[in-house]
């Protein structure tokens, strides 16, 4: 989802379940528990809550 604030996700009901603050996103794939993401010029990995999994 890309909103003004940036990139999120939702989920297929369309509620927002980690909110619109990423400069860009990859999807979860084929039910990954990860995703990629870029946040302050840097990707990092995050998880289905928006929890940063990796430095």
Request: aromatic share 14%.
């Amino acid at each position: 989802m890309h909103s003004k604030e940036g990139w999120g996700f939702v989920n297929k009901d369309g509620e927002e379940i980690i909110s619109c603050k990423y400069e860009d996103a990859d999807y979860f794939w084929f039910g990954a528990e990860t995703a990629e993401v870029k946040l302050n010029g840097e990707w990092i990995t995050i998880d289905k809550t928006g929890k940063q999994v990796t430095e």
